[in-house]
């Protein structure tokens, strides 16, 4: 019989095959690498958002993000413009995204195992396999796409979701409970390469089209080119172009070989290329001590008082944001190589009356004229476009745009037209390209209206890998905290009850006489939190003072683009000047703010005497003639007089770069600005009053709303109370004509109701009542109008009641033809007087104190109590939420001020999710002092109108309510988690608060799960960002601050994850990093927009920033509580 033996050569090496893969690939999936590379990335795009504010976006992108090592100076960690020598080597983007691609393959191959099983793996790689191409072919088929995107983003979103069934179902039959893991780590692995394919083929041009223009080209304004063109025989007006493009300038210049062009008889010979210059004219005689500035050319304006200096290529930290090249050339004959006249051409040379055309100089040629010009380089495509029209509508009263659109007629090669509308957020998709509205051709140097567009067309093969990215790590995130969250719970609710029945077991009964305080604490607590909501309510007397102050208010104006009640008016008003929404006046009363504007209107005695303005800076003290350091407000009748050396200011301030500037410079301006509307205010120059005509065959005008003068009622239309009274047959201090019948008019513009009580005129003629315009309608002035004037002059003689009276009259009839302005102004009333974040504040205060003495005493009633407060100001905190989002017809955030408010709301829900969880009232801790402190944030970010409308580029309700909800809540969840770190660094170091393993263990796992939920809302508010950037001007990741500021955040928490399943930290190093996530967070938050770059810069506020910096360095302070040994901590 032969005995079969197994060849233990062939099973060694068989071994050694699997070993030598199994080693080569485990280093690269190393979950330490994974978590230096992130740290390492995060720290990177710090520096390159820094960076952008001495450098271009584009130079940051090839030299930070692009690259494989960049140098950093040190510089980026200064003041602006100090200049600190020296820097160090960092790794770049190019080899850190390499590097991570590697991890993320190699982590798949090594650590996410299909389960065993043949038929499970068929199924799977079945299901997989169909899931994939029903994704790519809605995605990635051009018809398909194309056909869904005409319906919008929800649709494509939708079937998308709908078609990943498959591809859920097979991942989930293949790796199980790891399936959500292999979905995310997928989509960011489409994420890198749609990065790199963008990088590799997208392509950006601008297309201006003037009005009733028709253009088959757009231009890259990142590289130029120069045109040579002459004139076709027999076809006026047409032209043969040859085009030299700036790479072979770049190449030619200097060296004496002409660049040949084919057909013409002449070449081009570059005698110096400039990819960056600056154009001067020459002085007619050398200035001494002045660099030289030769004629450069024989011929054209070179050959005149045109120079070209080579200047630095763009940095960004300017107005200039892209280079403007220029050029020395010669054309020379190619027959026997004669020159025939050179001249100094530059993108730079457009004529101011037509801006994107170029100028075109003239050189003879033995053939004929040629016309040479440089330009932006042109892209030609076989359709043409026409410019309809141009819409460049903004918001009544003000300067801020409320939409962009151009109507456009594609021309295709066959002749076939097809109309189109682009519109902000509302991009056409055609001919493979995507085109987004940009920009626009301003009136000329006569005025006018504008006079056409500039578009944005983008050509990215690759615009739908994003998509398809947030949709799958969207899913697999989703997926993988579900099983996780759920497994946690279903692990603690069996625990919990395991240690329910040991205690009944072992702790005897408690007598009834200590059971009362479980019941009556909280009941006190519900007490008092109905005594904190409970709304104060004043009578008024009818016909009294307060009676005609509270019937003025709630009327509907508009101000600033939006209908408001004058009581928001004047809160507004006086937080923008003083960062108060009251006032004292000249004997130090306090004030309301709805008082002390019907006393402006009126002129009444102290009107001038109010201190409005706030001053800190000691140089502008001085501006006023004060010197006293404590002192920070000021009246119009202190600072009126000074207005000549303030302008005298101004103008210095106004000639320093916008983010050169120095707090003192900045805050003349202010000063200035407020000054300003101060006196608009006083005048009603600006407030539109006057609603429009909704009557029967009376069209509504365009824009609305009208101001006094506008309406009629100015210095040339004064309506004393005299004479309106002596026209009131009613005795209701309505004029007869009433407001019922509304007159037309044009835009706002001046005037005001004249009145000067001193006698004097003095304080009158500074505000420049006398000297304003007043445009009002050839006609009769509008009633609504007239009833203003008698409501304010009868307040002014001391006739409250008819003001009263007058303002009733107003508001009934104003209800009648606009009941949603009235509704809405009168709602915002209320909203006012209540102050729901005022009182939610007090409740977060209230609730923080029950948890703080619950640490002591009575645990269980008073976090039962605690809890009863939370919810109170919750539901406060909700209905303030839910009452903007009436008013302003937005989501609830949209705006630095909201988006304070609804991260507090955020973590105040999550934290008492979280107590079940944390126990010891740590979650409650969390959502009452994260709570407070987030309201207390909002109310140093009101600087004026908080429901202020949006810039046509945010004024998109989906977007709103989706990433910058989502991002906002991301926000929220990182706060948490960063609290509970501080909760567990500060606690286990000086309290006994976390002696037991259990609460620690506790605490660390709430930390990770609030963590995790953190990571899914910021990648997806992340990406959906970039959607939204895609859809606006059709770049999905710009590098812009604000987006960098929100990847630092995914990472970070990304960070902390990995670390903790790769046991590279425990409790202590895992708090540690929550605690860094804050300060992360922050700089996302806030940090950002104060570089004064980007397209969410918000200008540099000294007050945030200094807050800011307090709040990091206390962060640091806490984390370095880690290095503490552990026989120092008191836990």
């Known amino acids: 019989m032969t005995t079969l033996t197994a060849n233990p050569n062939v099973l060694t090496r068989e071994r050694a095959r699997g070993l030598t893969a199994a080693s080569l690939l485990r280093p690269l999936a190393s979950l330490k690498l994974t978590v230096t590379l992130m740290t390492l990335t995060t720290l990177l795009i710090f520096f390159g958002t820094l960076a952008q504010t001495q450098q271009g976006l584009w130079a940051v992108m090839e030299d930070y993000f692009r690259s494989v090592w960049v140098w950093v100076p040190l510089s980026l960690f200064g003041p602006r413009g100090n200049t ?52 790519a072919i809605t995605f990635l088929y051009p018809p398909v796409t194309s056909a869904v995107v005409d319906h919008g983003l929800v649709p494509l979103f939708g079937l998308g979701l709908l078609l990943m069934l498959p591809l859920l179902a097979g991942c989930q039959v293949l790796f199980g409970n790891r399936s959500g893991l292999v979905l995310v780590h997928a989509s960011l692995i489409l994420l890198l390469l749609g990065e790199g394919l963008t990088a590799a083929v997208a392509h950006e041009s601008q297309m201006p089209i003037y009005d009733g223009q028709t253009t088959t080209w757009s231009q890259d304004i990142r590289t130029s080119e120069i045109a040579i063109t002459r004139p076709v025989e027999g076809e006026p007006g047409k032209v043969t172009t040859w085009a030299v493009p700036q790479d072979l300038l770049a190449e030619a210049e200097g060296s004496g070989e002409a660049i040949p062009l084919p057909g013409l008889g002449v070449a081009l010979r570059v005698i110096d290329f400039m990819p960056n210059a600056r154009l001067l004219a020459r002085p007619e005689t050398p200035v001494e001590g002045a660099p030289p500035m030769p004629v450069q050319a024989t011929d054209g304006l070179g050959a005149g008082r045109l120079f070209a200096g080579e200047v630095d290529r763009v940095s960004g930290a300017g107005e200039q944001r892209v280079d403007e090249p220029a050029a020395v050339v010669e054309l020379v004959s190619t027959a026997d190589e004669a020159p025939l006249g050179s001249l100094v051409v530059s993108t730079r040379l457009e004529d101011p009356a037509t801006p994107y055309v170029p100028v075109i100089q003239k050189l003879a040629t033995p053939d004929g004229e ?6 932006f380089e042109r892209i030609y495509r076989d359709f043409a476009v026409r410019l309809e029209e141009f819409r460049h509508d903004l918001y009544p009263g003000t300067q801020v745009p409320k939409n962009f659109s151009s109507e456009v007629t594609l021309i295709e090669a066959g002749g076939t037209e097809r109309p189109a509308l682009i519109r902000m957020n509302e991009p056409l998709r055609y001919a493979g390209e995507t085109w987004f509205q940009m920009n626009w051709i301003r009136p000329g140097p006569a005025g006018g209206d504008d006079r056409g567009t500039v578009l944005q067309v983008v050509d990215n093969p ?83 003072e307060a009676d005609a102050v509270a019937r003025f208010a709630a009327l509907p104006v508009s101000s600033g683009g939006r209908i408001k009640p004058w ?27 709805d008082a002390w504007l019907l006393d402006l209107l009126a002129r009444r005695d102290g009107w001038d005497a109010a201190k409005v303005f706030r001053v800190d800076h000691p140089g502008t003290k001085a501006i006023l003639g004060v010197y006293d350091p404590e002192r920070k407000r000021f009246s119009y009748a202190e600072v009126a007089p000074h207005r000549e050396k303030l302008a005298e200011q101004v103008g210095l301030a106004d000639a320093v770069a916008a983010n050169d500037r120095n707090a003192f410079e900045r805050e003349v301006l202010n000063l200035a600005s407020h000054l300003t509307r101060f006196e608009n205010l006083a005048t009603l120059s600006t407030e539109q009053v006057v609603p429009p005509r909704l009557d029967a065959g009376e069209p509504e005008r365009d824009g609305g709303w009208l101001t006094l003068a506008a309406a009629g009622v100015g210095p040339q239309h004064e309506h004393r109370h005299a004479e309106a009274v002596a026209h009131d047959h009613d005795g209701d201090g309505v004029a007869d004509h009433g407001p019922e019948a509304h007159g037309d008019g044009g835009s706002a513009a001046g005037g005001g109701v004249p ?12 505000l420049g009542f006398h000297d304003a315009p007043a445009p009002g309608p050839a006609g009769p002035p509008d009633p609504v109008a007239v009833s203003y004037s008698v409501a304010i002059e009868a307040f002014a003689g001391g006739h409250p009641g008819t003001t009263a009276e007058v303002a009733k009259a107003l508001a009934s009839i104003l209800g009648a033809a606009h009941p949603d302005a009235v509704s809405k102004a009168e709602t915002e009333v209320v ?10 504040m007090a409740l977060y205060v ?37 009452v903007r989002v009436y008013l302003s017809g937005r989501p609830p955030v949209t705006n630095l001020y909201s988006s304070a408010v609804f991260v507090g709301w955020g973590v105040v829900i999550l934290g008492l999710l979280l107590e079940p969880i944390a126990r010891l009232g740590l979650g409650l801790a969390v959502a009452a002092v994260t709570g407070f402190t987030t309201l207390l944030v909002a109310r140093a970010l009101d600087s004026g109108d908080t429901m202020a409308v949006l810039q046509a580029v945010l004024d998109t309700n989906f977007w709103l309510a989706t990433h910058v909800v989502i991002i906002t809540l991301g926000y929220s969840a990182v706060f948490v988690a960063g609290v509970l770190g501080i909760a567990y660094l500060v606690g286990g170091v000086y309290t006994p608060l976390l002696k037991k393993a259990e609460t620690r263990r506790r605490v660390t796992a709430a930390i990770v799960g609030v963590t995790g939920f953190a990571l899914l809302l910021s990648f997806v ?58 300060i992360v967070t922050l700089w996302s938050w806030f940090g950002v927009n104060m570089l004064g770059t980007g397209l969410h810069s918000y200008g540099f506020i000294d007050s945030a920033v200094f807050w800011m910096l307090v709040a990091v360095a206390l962060h640091l302070a806490v984390v370095s509580l880690v290095f503490l040994p552990r026989s120092r901590w008191v836990s």
């Open 370 to 375: 040629l016309g040479v010009s440089m330009r």
């Open 462 to 544: 690759g615009w739908t890998v994003p998509y398809i990215a947030v949709t799958v790590g969207g899913l697999g995130l989703t997926m993988h905290f579900a099983i996780r969250l759920f497994g946690y719970l279903r692990r603690d609710r069996a625990e919990r009850a395991r240690a329910g029945a040991r205690r009944e077991r072992a702790a005897p009964a408690e007598p009834s006489g200590r059971r009362w305080p479980a019941l009556a604490v909280p009941a006190a607590a519900l007490l008092l939190a109905g005594l904190v909501l409970l709304p104060r309510t004043e009578a008024t007397e009818p016909g009294s």
């Open 84 to 135: 600190i020598p020296g820097g160090f080597p960092f790794v770049g983007g190019g080899l850190l995204g390499a590097l991570l691609l590697i991890n993320l393959v190699a982590a798949h191959g090594v650590r996410f195992k299909v389960l065993p099983g043949t038929g499970r793996r068929a199924l799977g790689y079945a299901l997989t396999l169909v899931g994939v191409a029903l994704v």
């Open 831 to 840: 909203f006012n007087e209540y102050a729901p974040y005022q009182r939610a």
């Open 1021 to 1078: 508010g992340t990406i959906l960002g970039g959607i939204w950037a895609d859809q606006s001007w059709g770049r999905f990741w710009g590098w812009d601050p604000k987006e960098n500021g929100a990847l630092m955040i995914v990472l970070w928490t990304a960070v902390l994850l990995h670390a903790r399943v790769g046991g590279l930290v425990k409790g202590r190093g895992i708090a540690a990093i929550a605690v860094i996530g804050n």
């Open 846 to 882: 209230l609730a923080g104190i029950a948890v703080a003495v619950s640490w002591l005493a009575w645990p269980r009633a008073l976090r039962r109590a605690a809890v009863v407060l939370l919810l109170a100001a919750l539901v406060v905190h909700t209905a303030g939420l839910g």
């Open 755 to 766: 009145h000067d009580h001193d006698g004097d005129g003095v304080a009158d003629h500074a």
């Open 567 to 593: 009581d928001s008016v004047a809160r507004d008003t006086l937080t923008s000047l003083g960062g108060r929404s009251t006032v004292r006046d000249g004997e130090g009363v306090e004030q309301a703010a």
